[in-house]
């Protein structure tokens, strides 16, 4: 598929109703075209990224502490 991929890696937060916070600790999230498209484990990258072309293909912002 040739559609543009912008994945970040890194910490996030989350908050519901039901949960005033969630951290999610080394996960990605992959936008493509505006939308979000994944997010999950980091551990689980090559598998979203396979249909865009692999590692090659997509640029990976990760956030760092500090």
Known sequence: MDRPLFVI?????HSTIENPLIVFADHIIGVSNGKIVFFD????????????GGRSKV???ELKRG
């Open 59 to 61: 640029n990976i912002t």
């Open 9 to 13: 890696r890194g910490m996030f937060a």
């Open 41 to 52: 484990q980091a551990n689980q990258i090559d598998k979203h990224l396979e249909p865009f």
